[in-house]
DNA sequence: CATATTGTGTAATAACATTACATCTGGCAG
DNA sequence: CTGCCAGATGTAATGTTATTACACAATATG
């Protein structure tokens, strides 16, 4: 079993709602966007959605993007190996597509290397314009 | 002359004090940090920073982390290729090491081809742990 | 000089995220 | 069964990051 074995992760309300909330969008949502979608099922308070996000983030089951200050939920089966997540952004819908590269991480690694800098984690945000655009 | 030719660029007051600051520092600065450094040479909002900020960052000087929301000064001359800009973040220490690469901005174009995406801009920060920790 | 562009000062507000504290729930050791 | 504990929850308050709005000043250019 990995550390994304997504199968095996039980979740709570909370968690469920706001992931459903996530997968269902078709563009990242931002804590507070969550928030007020599930104002109906009784939250009240960004925390609830913080924490729900944080198990969800914790499991791979989905990514922040950071320059966007926004979530969504994850395209691939993680956990398959060392590839790196590559966020693509298209600026003019917003839409965002989730791919991984194996060569990229190795580059990384090695570019680390040189510096004696021993990489755990890596955040790659692309922005330009996707191709129905 | 290319888009990021330093020499060519003429700061106002604001703009270099933030520089300054940003340059000076050992580690990258929020704006607001930038603000309260700069409070004895009369800046008083937070827009002051950011509006620096906009300019220094539109030629390169100043790098936005955005894993950290926070801003450190260049340290490589940019536009001398097509070569991707990586950020590595020792979560140990803080300091950040800006290193560039053209394996990786060619992985990078080649992964988006295979989408459609046409690449404007890549922002890689990697999280691990420095030589001296 | 007239005008356009860029920069500035200040206040207010918006957007994003965390701390603090009390309570609840479900599993499990005794 | 019972008492305890870890994880989850509810709520309020607060902290941090960034922008909008508006009036005015400085500089460059025709």
């Known amino acids: 079993m990995t550390a994304h074995d997504h199968s095996s992760i039980v979740l ?3 968690q469920k709602l706001v992931l ?8 990242p949502q ?11 099922d009784g939250f009240k308070a960004p925390l609830q959605v913080y924490r729900a996000l944080d198990k969800l983030l914790a499991h791979g089951l989905v990514h922040r993007l950071e320059s966007l200050s926004a979530f969504i939920a994850c395209q691939h089966p993680h956990g398959e190996g060392r590839a790196a997540t590559v966020f693509m952004i298209c600026d003019e819908c917003g839409t965002v597509s989730e791919q991984t590269d194996t060569c990229i991480s190795g580059d990384l690694r090695k570019l680390a290397k040189t510096d004696g800098f021993s990489v755990k984690q890596a955040n790659i945000e692309v922005r330009g314009v996707c191709r129905k655009h």
Do not use: E, F, P, Q
């Open 12 to 14: 709570t309300r909370n």
């Open 30 to 40: 931002s804590a507070y966007d969550i928030l007020d979608k599930l104002r109906g």
């Open 20 to 27: 459903d909330v996530v997968s269902g969008a078709k563009l």
